[in-house]
């Protein structure tokens, strides 16, 4: 087996990718645009009900013509929240003229009083045949520190970006929510190249949730879940195998070795993107399939975490 490591550091954010941001307005392929409505805005207070969230349209169309997949990338920048605030922050697309959601990309995260925080939610939307979609920039804002309206301000430099046009092939999967304990595979993604393809990229997120407190949800301590302490130690690395034709790996590059970061329990809830931007296609190996997965890891001497759902964590491999 190969062995070949990438650190998409040097090499610079997938979502960034040959890519200049615009003024408002409807962007063009591989040109961000950036938000209408930047400016301070109230957050809802603790207690209010997950339907009952205030959604703010911030902007930034993006149109994905009928029959296409688009990779959209969008960064929501804010500043200045009063309080420990939890943003959400999502890619609706929707048919023209209609308010329903067709397709949605999410993430979200606290962020801390009176600091700079920068959201990165990114995938793969794909039109109908029959019609367009417009795809824009939407978010929530949640007082966590006190049941009452607090405030925050998203900033102008916030976008949304069509990354490469027309993608020419992608199998994406979105994880559903699970307990980490010790390790698991996030966001599993099996991947054919096409013929013409010398290379694939990749992408892995995950949004997690720090156990703590009383038994909740995924985060039971009769599954195992330490609950007790102040923070999750949460490893990622994004894997991507190419197999040979009897199933076996042929090579496998990965974006660095496995990276930890604290989230403590008063941030709770947070968001981890990886990516590669340059996987080989290897003459070598006998097929052209691709595995890829989020390797997640919880530290034993930290508190275990949840991985979000609903769209909040997203895995593709993909040929522009």
Request: proline content about 4%; aromatic content about 6%; some cysteine.
């Amino acid at each position: 087996m190969r062995m070949a490591f990438i650190r998409g550091l040097a090499v610079g954010m997938l979502a960034l990718a040959a890519s200049t941001v615009l003024g408002t307005g409807e962007a063009s392929a591989a040109a961000g645009v950036r938000i209408s409505a930047p400016g301070a805005y109230s957050s809802d207070p603790s207690s209010t009900p997950s339907g009952a969230k205030t959604t703010r349209s911030l902007g930034a169309l993006v149109v994905v013509p009928a029959g296409s997949t688009r990779y959209l990338s969008s960064k929501l920048e804010v500043d200045d929240a009063a309080q420990v605030t939890e943003v959400s922050h999502m890619i609706y697309c929707k048919r023209p003229g209609e308010s329903a959601v067709f397709a949605q990309l999410v993430s979200g995260q606290n962020v801390l009083a009176n600091r700079a925080a920068t959201l990165l939610t990114r995938g793969f939307v794909t039109a109908p045949a029959d019609t367009a979609l417009d795809c824009a920039v939407y978010a929530q804002f949640v007082n966590h520190a006190a049941d009452a309206r607090g405030s925050i301000t998203v900033l102008a430099a916030s976008y949304l970006q069509d990354v490469f046009d027309d993608i020419a092939a992608v199998q994406q999967s979105f994880s559903p929510s699970m307990l980490v304990n010790t390790e698991v595979r996030a966001n599993p993604v099996t991947f054919d190249a096409p013929a013409s393809a010398t290379a694939v990229q990749a992408i892995g997120d995950v949004s997690i949730t720090v156990c703590y407190g009383s038994d909740g949800g995924l985060c039971q301590r009769s599954s195992g879940a330490r609950m007790d302490g102040t923070s999750s130690f949460v490893g990622t690395q994004l894997v991507v195998n190419q197999l040979d034709a009897d199933g076996s790996v042929c090579r496998t590059t990965t974006n660095g070795p496995l990276t930890g970061v604290t989230v403590t329990t008063t941030v709770h809830h947070y968001r981890i993107n990886t990516w590669l931007t340059d996987v080989p296609v290897d003459t070598a190996c006998s097929s052209r399939t691709f595995v890829s997965y989020t390797r997640t890891t919880a530290n034993a001497n930290y508190n275990s975490f949840k991985i979000e759902a609903n769209n909040q964590s997203v895995g593709a491999v993909f040929a522009p």
